[in-house]
């Protein structure tokens, strides 16, 4: 933390009830070096106690307070309001799109948590299952089976990212196939492909990228859902040609 | 309920701004694949001169070399590049070849396709 | 909370298949390109000129294989993109109708194009 001070204009989109969402502008003073959640929240402390957002660890392991910033999906509790402002600017917060919006800055991601259930995909993983195959992350090999958390934290930002789910909720999305892959890593069953060959799941990506580049949380769900495909095409050639 | 994906929002498919590498390409692909799907089917009705006989297929080559057909002509052909190249691309990554490498493979192919059209182009204008 | 079933209309099969048929699109249209506007004088810019053309066989196969693949890459792609916009089941099967029966047309005049304007060699 430093002793500069900014004053940022935060204009944070507002929706009570059933009115038509808009912006309220916030002009507060901050640490340029705090974080764009500690801002909304010095926003509901000091300013306006109607406000309603969603966080909870404050160190991006809950996944709760992403949103989108200044038009980018953001995990506000890790961006420095630095990092996408500047002294007298604006700083723009909205809730995440393609997801319903219940108030303000709470979105309704239901429908996200009962697909990661469907795709089997699982909080702890294996260690040796937990990273992408082009890591070098070295795990002890003490004989003992570590695990860990999963990377995908669910904050639905690489949901809100995607052009596709822009136009149909039916769609998957991201998260929902990376999980589908990291289940099929562990598993090893081939149950995962049935799981995202159809018109919903991995073949409705149409390799914009976005998902990795907003992903807070090294999943890279673009890379698996590439590789699901390839994988998916080898099992079903496999699969016509009568081997299991 | 608003922010709720729906088909009318499909207009924001095309919208770059706050977007990357990977977006644009998906906007540019989108938008010469239904480029590409109408010129396919003008192309196969105006063959259909050639059934008529000589002066109707003869006199349609003679509007198809007036400077503006021939501008069009170029963005078809530009289309044709940025589609077919962004299309190795995508072929390429979804069988996990160069995924992390993708944006720079966007704009290698963007690159190649604004030189091949401006190739194609100085002949069609000043050369043929 | 909205939940529906995974639509079976696009897998691993007619997705592999839009993938191959483009590439084929791009090896074809290149040779298409190249014979039709550089190695023919002139680039076919006249009738006789094409109806010429037309008298190789090869040329008239290569013509046709082309005009398959790409009307059915546009076609599949253009589903693609209409299943992109989330289209109730019973809109999805008209779609299909519909587009089989362009597709179907599109080749069969083609196909049609191709053999009369062959056939009008003798004529020259």
């Not at chain 1, 000091?46 to 307070?65: M, Q, W, Y």
Request: include cysteine; hydrophobic fraction near 45%.
């Amino acid at each position: 933390m430093s002793t500069e001070r900014w004053t940022v204009n935060f204009l944070v989109s507002r929706k009570i009830g059933d009115t038509k969402a808009h912006l309220e502008s916030f002009k507060i003073e901050v640490d340029p070096d705090e974080y764009v959640l500690d801002g909304v929240e010095r926003i509901w402390a000091f300013h306006d106690r109607s406000l309603t957002f969603r966080h909870a660890c404050h160190h991006s392991t809950c996944g709760a307070c992403g949103m989108l910033v200044n038009g980018v999906e953001k995990l506000t509790c890790i961006t420095t309001i630095r990092s996408v402002t500047h002294n007298g600017g604006t700083l723009k917060v909205e809730p995440l799109r393609n997801f319903p919006v219940v108030s303000d800055l709470v979105v309704d991601m239901g429908l996200f948590y009962t697909r990661m259930d469907e795709v089997k995909a699982s909080q702890v993983v294996p260690v040796n299952n937990s990273t992408l195959p082009y890591e070098t992350v070295e795990f002890p090999a003490d004989g003992i089976e570590h695990e860990r958390l999963a990377d995908c934290i669910e904050c639905g930002c690489c949901i809100s990212a995607c052009p596709v789910a822009l136009t149909t909720d039916s769609y998957y999305g991201p998260a929902v196939l990376a999980g589908a892959h990291q289940t099929e890593s562990i598993l090893k069953d081939g149950q995962a492909f049935n799981l995202v060959d159809h018109a919903d799941g991995i073949w409705r990506c149409h390799s914009g990228f976005e998902c990795s580049a907003v992903c807070p949380s090294n999943v890279d769900p673009a890379w698996r859902i590439m590789d699901l495909r390839r994988r998916v095409i080898g099992h079903r050639i496999k699969q016509f040609f009568g081997k299991k | 309920m608003p922010n709720q994906p729906s088909a009318s929002r499909f207009m924001r498919w095309f919208d770059p701004r706050f977007r990357q590498p990977g977006t644009w390409a998906f906007i540019l692909n989108r938008i010469t694949a239904l480029g590409l799907t109408l010129y396919l089917a003008m192309h196969l009705v105006m063959l259909g001169k050639l059934a008529q006989g000589p002066e109707a297929y003869d006199s349609f080559i003679a509007l198809a070399k007036t400077p503006v057909i021939k501008f069009g002509e170029l963005l078809v052909i530009a289309a044709g590049f940025i589609h077919g190249i962004n299309g190795i691309r995508i072929a390429l990554t979804s069988f996990g070849i160069g995924v992390r490498y993708q944006k720079q493979l966007f704009w290698i192919g963007l690159a190649l396709s604004v030189v091949a059209t401006a190739i194609f182009g100085y002949y069609m204008f000043f050369i043929a | 909370m909205n939940r529906s079933t995974p639509k079976p209309n696009e897998g691993a099969g007619l997705w592999l298949y839009k993938i191959i048929a483009g590439l084929l699109v791009v090896v074809v249209l290149g040779i298409h390109f190249v014979v039709n506007h550089m190695v023919a004088p002139e680039g076919l810019l006249s009738y006789a000129d094409v109806v010429r053309y037309y008298q190789n066989p090869a040329v008239v196969w290569m013509e046709v294989f082309f005009l398959v693949v790409v009307v059915s890459h546009s076609l599949v792609g253009l589903r693609s993109i209409i299943l992109d916009l989330n289209p109730p089941q019973r809109i999805i099967g008209v779609m299909n109708v519909v587009l089989l029966v362009v597709g179907s047309g599109a080749v069969i005049y083609g196909v049609w194009l191709a053999l009369e304007i062959a056939s009008r060699g003798s004529s020259l």
